[in-house]
């Protein structure tokens, strides 16, 4: 599995999407209805488990669509 794969594999449970192929870069909090701040750290804490990263806090902050989160983990050496 890809580290892309994993990373929407993630995404999808946290945020209880059922369907992958609903992932689009642009879509955040407003557009997910299970994003919430509770779910947002649940997200971090999979994310650094899953690719053994500790995030600083301003990054997890500026996390605001799927594609943020992209670019986020790209700057932590994470290639996707």
């Not at 794969?5 to 689009?24: A, Q």
């Not at 594609?67 to 790209?74: E, L, P, R």
């Amino acid at each position: 599995m890809s580290n892309l794969e994993k990373l929407n594999k993630i995404i999808c449970e946290v945020f209880e999407i059922r369907d992958m192929e609903t992932l689009s870069d642009e879509l955040g909090p407003d557009d997910i209805e299970a994003w919430d701040s509770m779910a947002h750290v649940e997200l971090v804490t999979q994310l650094e488990e899953e690719f053994e990263i500790a995030m600083e806090v301003i990054d997890v902050s500026r996390m605001y669509t799927i594609g943020d989160i992209k670019k986020i983990m790209v700057k932590y050496g994470v290639e996707l």
